[in-house]
T-cell receptor, first 115, second 114 residues
Framework: EAGVVQSPRYKIIEKKQPVAFWCNPISGHNTLYWYLQNLGQGPELLIRYENEEAVDDSQLPKDRFSAERLKGVDSTLKIQPAELGDSAVYLC?????????????FGPGTRLTVL | SQQGEEDPQALSIQEGENATMNCSYKTSINNLQWYRQNSGRGLVHLILIRSNEREKHSGRLRVTLDTSKKSSSLLITASRAADTASYFCATDAYSGAGSYQLTFGKGTKLSVIP
């Protein structure tokens, strides 16, 4: 069974440029998560989707970040414009049901460097 | 914000020794989970312990949970070089509006020396 797929794995951009990350969850997983992980820190939730509905986006900086999950499968996270402080690893995860006891499966992440 | 706090921040041991990592948290939880992250790779779920459980085993892993002290520990027995990684505790807790959220700590960086 294929795991969570993310692309690109690495991205280097200049500040004020836009950037987008793509995630393909495990087949059949209804819940999809985007996390931000700064160096030396644990992941922090940005947004959670149940199918195509964003059910928890309280920690997504909506002035520059946006996300979508069309058709309840793949998802895209966008930053426009990027700032120096956005340099981090962006992790995507998926789970079957999204309940507390459900295991989350993580992708390898996209390492973003903003110059 | 991060609820769990792991201790120590870094741990270096010889292969074959046991490694113990601790996690403290602040609010009531539904369950607590431990994850491992190898350098440059995604997180891998290791074990989940429910709030009404006190101890759980999985292979060389032993997890304990003390809800009265709001703390958990992860013991890795007979460590191997391949266990070198960062270990994160994550607490699953009610975040409002009928929703639960997984909140990660900062992690313990374990180095197992061959």
């Amino acid at each position: 069974e294929a795991g969570v797929v993310q692309s690109p794995r690495y991205k280097i951009i200049e500040k004020k440029q836009p950037v987008a990350f793509w995630c393909n969850p495990i087949s059949g997983h209804n819940t999809l998560y985007w996390y931000l992980q700064n160096l030396g820190q644990g992941p922090e939730l940005l947004i959670r989707y149940e199918n195509e509905e964003a059910v928890d986006d309280s920690q997504l900086p909506k002035d520059r970040f946006s996300a979508e999950r069309l058709k309840g499968v793949d998802s895209t996270l966008k930053i426009q414009p990027a700032e120096l402080g956005d340099s981090a690893v962006y992790l995507c995860a998926s789970s079957q049901q999204g309940v507390g006891t459900d295991t989350q499966y993580f992708g390898p992440g996209t390492r973003l460097t903003v110059l | 914000s991060q609820q769990g706090e792991e201790d120590p921040q870094a741990l270096s041991i010889q292969e074959g020794e046991n490694a113990t990592m601790n996690c403290s948290y602040k609010t009531s939880i539904n369950n607590l989970q431990w994850y491992r992250q190898n350098s440059g790779r995604g997180l891998v779920h290791l074990i989940l312990i429910r709030s009404n459980e006190r101890e759980k085993h999985s292979g060389r892993l032993r997890v304990t949970l003390d809800t009265s002290k709001k703390s958990s520990s992860l013991l890795i027995t007979a460590s191997r070089a391949a266990d070198t990684a960062s270990y994160f505790c994550a607490t699953d807790a009610y975040s409002g509006a009928g929703s639960y959220q997984l909140t990660f700590g900062k992690g313990t960086k374990l180095s197992v020396i061959p």
